[in-house]
């Protein structure tokens, strides 16, 4: 067993954030951070455009992005959250430039402000155009440097500890008091008992099969804090991201970010057409879910599999310089920007909704917090504003870490059971846990995709069913392993989605049901 004043969930902006703070004004408490990959392995990792910030004070101001984002969430964000997160966004801002984050600054020293779809100024700060990979890079280091944090990759949580594991449960007031984590190199399950417990773990891309997030975002921390009974919201809001680069396979798709398009790119299909016009004034910088709704209207109609983004009419040297991710990545997969278009198709990209969180980042359980892309914190509403998420998880770190500066936690921790696998052994039915992953994939792609119907979500339900009954019975038997928990985290986490979208009667922001 492992005893720490802090448990951490997640190494991406998020977690890292929280950690490095609270490491730098306690030094004697102790954290421990558990991810289940490389240390940096994260959607953060892979973020573009970047963080959006208010700092040009002559043409923007902190109403113009309060109000971008109100519209972009369609009725549905916290308006007090929204005013607090966007105000607090400069200040947060700097704390990682301190941390050795750096962001592209013009000839006169002053950032290079970048703009995307949904936003009525340039204020995406950014570092080229792989952001989230400085970010990742700065904050690793600083936890390097801190000497009371414990870092263990490639560990990975498998549940909260709750009453719900002693025998004499008080199930009426639930308090989290750790995790049990399986340390994938010894196959060994920890108990790691912490006064707080920090879900940092990101988002839920995978459980569709064309996504734009790596494979470590399996919706583990939400399927975790559903099964603790904490209060899971707005799940039916999955953002789709209009432009990932068309992989006939599927699976973890490169995006071509929304910032191309605010260069001047534009959407056309396979004969030419430019499409974008017909279904919005703002053409290709309205907001992603029209954007994304479009192309799936154009893909329907004309039964194609792709549409093209065309830069062949930008300046490339300057693509060159904005983009240089995106323009190797397109040269690796033979596609020259100057001569050819990009094909393109929406992917599964974020998770507006999550773990229900007050200002603070406290859950619906006791001595839970969460935050960043696992967290619903009434933000986003019906729909993300791009780069408001780099935003939001850094601006919750610091509200759970200014809370617990504030606030010791009193309760008393009681004798917690090691992990029963009594009864289990290893599995040797590896195709299982494969073809169940595959069928949900196919499942939420054809039925629960960007445009929903009744009727579909309905027979969603009964297919989710046969699956989860085959996951529920093999992990009652099997020595717990990363696959099959994440397979059994991915089935909540589509019962969530299924169930929440029937819920949902009116269409709002990047929903949209054909019934409604
Ligand atoms: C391609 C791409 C581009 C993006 N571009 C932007 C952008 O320009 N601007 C913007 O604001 N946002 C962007 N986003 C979204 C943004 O990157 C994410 O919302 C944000 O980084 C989430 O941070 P996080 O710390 O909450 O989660 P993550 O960065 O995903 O980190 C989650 C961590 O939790 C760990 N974890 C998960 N489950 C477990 C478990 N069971 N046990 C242990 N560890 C676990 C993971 O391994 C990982 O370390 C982009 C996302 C993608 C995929």
Known sequence: MIATNVLVIGSGVAG??????????????????????????????YAQGGVAVVLDAEDDSFQKHIQDTLVAGDGLCD???????VTEGPKRLKELIVWGANFDVDAEGNFDLGKEGGHSEYRVVHHKDI????VERALLHRVSELANISLLSHHFAIDLITEHHFESTDTESISCYGAYVLDESTGAIITIQSESTVLASGGIGRVYGHTTNPII???DGIAMAYRA??????????????TALYKAEGGTSFLISEAVRGFGAVLRDKKGYRFMPEYDQRAELASRDIVSQSIDRELKKSGDSCVYLDCTHLDVEAFKIHFPNIYSNCK???????????????ASHYLCGGIVVDSKGRTTVANLYACGECSNTGLHGANRLAS???LEALVYAHNIF?????????????????????????????????????????????????VRSDDRLKKAIKHLDLIYNEIEELYKTAKINTALCELRNMINIAHLIISQSLNRTENKGGYFNIDN
């Open 79 to 85: 308006e007090a959250v929204v005013e607090m997160v």
């Open 229 to 242: 009974k904490a209060r899971i919201k707005d799940m039916e809001f999955v953002q789709f991201h209009p």
């Open 388 to 390: 408001n998420s780099l």
């Open 402 to 450: 200014d809370f617990l500066s504030k606030n010791s936690t009193t309760t008393e921790l009681p004798n917690i059971p090691d992990w029963n696998d009594d009864g289990t052994g290893i599995t040797k039915e590896h195709i299982l846990i494969q073809h169940n992953l595959k069928r949900l994939q196919a499942l939420m792609r054809d039925y629960v995709g960007i």
């Open 217 to 219: 975002a399996t919706g």
């Open 332 to 346: 690796a997969q033979h596609i020259n920007i100057e001569t050819d278009w990009i094909p393109v198709v929406p």
């Open 16 to 45: 890292l954030t929280f950690a490095v703070k609270m490491a730098e004004r306690f030094p004697e408490r102790h954290i421990t951070i558990v991810t289940k990959g490389d240390e940096d392995e994260s959607n953060t990792k």
């Open 131 to 134: 952001t989230g990979f400085e």
